[in-house]
T-cell receptor, first 113, second 114 residues
Framework: DQQVKQNSPSLSVQEGRISILNCDYT??????FLWYKKYPAEGPTFLIS?????DKNEDGRFTVFLNKSAKHLSLHIVPSQPGDSAVYFC????????????FGAGTQVVVTP | NAGVTQTPKFQVLKTGQSMTLQCAQD?????MSWYRQDPGMGLRLIHY???????DQGEVPNGYNVSRSTTEDFPLRLLSAAPSQTSVYFC?????????????FGAGSRLTVL
């Protein structure tokens, strides 16, 4: 039973527009959320994270929003660039989970010119 | 810095064969883990280690063994390969075990079991 769900397997967006990736979770013990980005034939790399005590975290073009009551988080990329074309994984962990992450299935983002 | 190094990058096995996927990190990270990535499933944790001599099972440990004799190395052993173990395997490490610790991943090992 997947505790972290990314219901959109793919997203196509024009260069310069906003990309919005969504992620839902079921485990109320999760208190830290991360987004990883993955290019083909490479390992995932960390993008941005948010603690459950916050509802927003921003890093340059990337902003993550957390709605704890809805158990929902989203990643906004503004403006989208061709280099953002990749698979994005949402991940979550709990304080007492010994660092174990639960990952979503990923969303393939394609940024078109 | 090399970061997390995985070998081999590609491997084809026949059902019943055994093999070891190697993982080494040069960042002096205490925490190391193995994930497998399958289409539509995301990354699932196989085994993890919080330090030399300490390992534990993750979400999908069946058919895999691990050991951690040094801080740097965390090999994953397939004792008798099955087609269901066809996947891409990622090794990852981090400084600590807090959920806030960011994982550094290797480039992956693609395994096909015929």
């Amino acid at each position: 039973d997947q505790q972290v769900k990314q219901n959109s397997p793919s997203l196509s967006v024009q260069e310069g527009r906003i990309s919005i990736l969504n992620c839902d979770y079921t485990n109320s013990m999760f208190d830290y959320f991360l987004w990883y980005k993955k290019y083909p034939a490479e390992g995932p790399t960390f993008l941005i994270s948010i603690s459950s005590i916050k509802d927003k975290n921003e890093d340059g073009r990337f902003t993550v929003f957390l709605n704890k009551s809805a158990k929902h988080l989203s990643l906004h990329i503004v403006p989208s660039q061709p280099g953002d074309s990749a698979v994005y994984f949402c991940a979550a962990s709990a304080t007492d989970s010994w660092g174990k992450l639960q990952f979503g299935a990923g969303t393939q983002v394609v940024v078109t010119p | 810095n090399a970061g997390v190094t995985q070998t081999p990058k590609f491997q084809v096995l026949k059902t019943g064969q055994s093999m070891t996927l190697q993982c080494a990190q040069d960042m002096n990270h205490e925490y190391m883990s193995w994930y497998r990535q399958d289409p539509g499933m995301g990354l699932r944790l196989i085994h993890y280690s919080v330090g030399a001599g300490i390992t534990d099972q993750g979400e999908v440990p069946n058919g895999y063994n691990v050991s951690r004799s040094t801080t740097e190395d965390f090999p994953l052993r397939l004792l008798s390969a099955a087609p269901s173990q066809t996947s891409v395997y990622f090794c990852a490490s981090s400084y600590g075990i807090s959920g806030a610790n960011v994982l550094t991943f290797g480039a992956g090992s693609r395994l096909t079991v015929l």
